[in-house]
């Protein structure tokens, strides 16, 4: 079952982002914050008394004209709209009510999804009191304030956006059915490759629209085996939003992976990986999902000779360092050029993904890798690795017992993922890692 979605909407320069890196950030205590590895921040995974959501934020509006304001402020509201569960308005209460927020209003009391309105830049209630009244008027309830800047008023602001969740959600079948979300930039032909992959298989289980977000999920079997194809590439409107989907498709991949076991990024071999898609693989690495790269249209990719297969899986590795461990698919949604190899793919991901190492074998590669590699020090103090054993599946998260956490660097925890992967595999999975400190005295027993 995915999270919730809370979305941020409103015009620009209301203090959109300033709340968003506020919910966001590690001094409320109320997220996870998980290091990026794309280039910017559009969503985070938070949690408030137990009540965790996904948080997106909008972005920010750059416009050329009064039109075109209205134009992209409505084309980024129905975007929000189709994807959250929860949506935050937020306006300004120093510009006071503007045309804007009005025609924004509008369409969000058509929406059916709850609306939390927000008054930001509120520095005293006191002082503002009637200031923050006179947003009663946009028909959407009863305005919280806050300061974004300040930080004040955002536990009633988050008490007032849980109180909207869902709160009898049915969970998802529990099945032998491995879940695959299709994700990736429009055009890529994310749609085709379902299609080809369902008309390939007689013996469909069912085809029905998905549990949350628009997604449509079809259930086929394969060779025994069921899967579930979350495909997110449905969700153009009719309006045909170009500009703005792009930029806004990440946010329906957040949810479709959060459901999926496994994630398919599609790209489009015309136009070779892009910053998009970097960012969509990077949600999928850091949720510890499943990851396979499937390089659609490659019947169709000009001038291509020995060589040119090798040069763009270079370019897809250079682009997506972080997710070496991921196998790269070269297909056609079209003519069905080796697409039906996407099943024994999927195969081999899930049982890395659920795969278990012994922790005496697994103490063995550690130490041997350290006899061959010594671990960092610092200042004398070298790194001591007391003990190692696996913890959980899906992603495989290991749990490492040691003297000092700031010992314990990047490279050299990388350096042991890659012994790891050496003797067991993991394809197509990220593999986890917990630091934890021994005692003095327990290090001295």
Known sequence: MSKPIVAIAGRANVGKSTLFNVISGTKLSIVQDKPGVTRDRIYADCDWNGR???????????????????????????????????IVFIVDVRDGLTDIDYQVADMLRRAKKPVVLCVNKVDSFQKQENDIYEFYNLGLGDPVAVSAQGRLGIGDLLDEITKNFPENVKEEKDDDAVKVAIVG????????????????????????????????????????????????AGLRRKSKIKEDIERYSIIRAVAAIDRADIVVLVIDGKEGISEQDAKIAGIAHEKGKGMIVLVNKWDIVPDKN???????????????????YADIMFVSAVTGQRLIKIYDEIDLVRQAQCLRVQTGVLNEIVAEAAAMQQPPSDKGKRLRIYYVTQVGVQPPTFVFFINDKNLF?????????????????FNGTPIHFIKRERKKDEQDE
Do not use: W
């Open 306 to 324: 020995d060589k040119t297969q090798k040069k763009f899986a270079e370019d897809i590795r250079k682009t997506l360092p972080f997710m070496l």
């Open 409 to 425: 660097h990047f490279s050299y925890q990388r350096y042991l993922e890659n012994k790891i992967r050496e003797a067991y595999g």
């Open 52 to 86: 965790e959501f996904t948080l997106i934020d909008t972005g920010g509006i750059e416009p050329e004209s009064d039109d075109v304001i209205v134009k992209q402020m409505r084309e980024q509201a129905l975007i929000a709209i189709e994807t959250a569960d929860v």
């Open 185 to 232: 930039r429009p055009n890529a032909g994310k749609s085709s490759i379902v299609n080809r992959l369902l008309g390939e298989n007689r013996m469909i289980v069912s085809d029905v629209a998905g549990t949350t977000r628009d997604a449509v999920d079809s259930r086929v079997k394969h060779n025994g085996q069921e899967y579930v194809f979350i495909d997110t």
